[in-house]
Nanobody
């Protein structure tokens, strides 16, 4: 089992920046892919940024160029969010799982991840 704990959420003015972190514990492996998802009220959960064990990244079009995902040697996952907009308001979740080598980039599909954190709220106001 892998435990994930997000932190860093909060309220920020539109155009501002915020950074999220996700600490892992339990049976976490360097080979696991780690990905950020978000879910706004009334909307489906959306994969936004992921990084695999080889450092390859993938981003949703909605955040590409504004968000940066990274992870460190302790498998703490980070999300740097710049130029935030009101439609970035959502609960943000950290996930992790193992993927076979045929995956050439991190998956952004929620159903493919078994390990989830509890989430951290991000609110962007005008």
């Amino acid at each position: 089992q892998v435990q994930l704990a997000e932190s860093g959420g909060g309220s920020v003015r539109s155009g501002g920046s915020l950074s999220l972190s996700c600490k892992t514990s339990g049976r976490m492996y360097n080979e696991y892919t780690m990905t950020w998802f978000r879910q706004a009220p009334g909307k489906e959960r959306e994969g936004i940024a992921g990084v695999d064990g080889n450092g390859r990244t993938s981003y949703a079009d909605s955040v590409a160029g504004r968000f940066t995902v990274s992870r460190d040697s302790s498998n703490t996952l980070y999300l740097k969010m710049d130029n935030l907009r009101s439609d970035d308001t959502a609960m943000y979740y950290c996930t992790a799982d193992w993927f076979p080598s045929r995956h050439t980039q991190p998956s952004l599909v929620p159903s493919e991840y078994n390990y989830w954190g509890q989430g951290t709220q991000v609110t962007v106001f005008s």
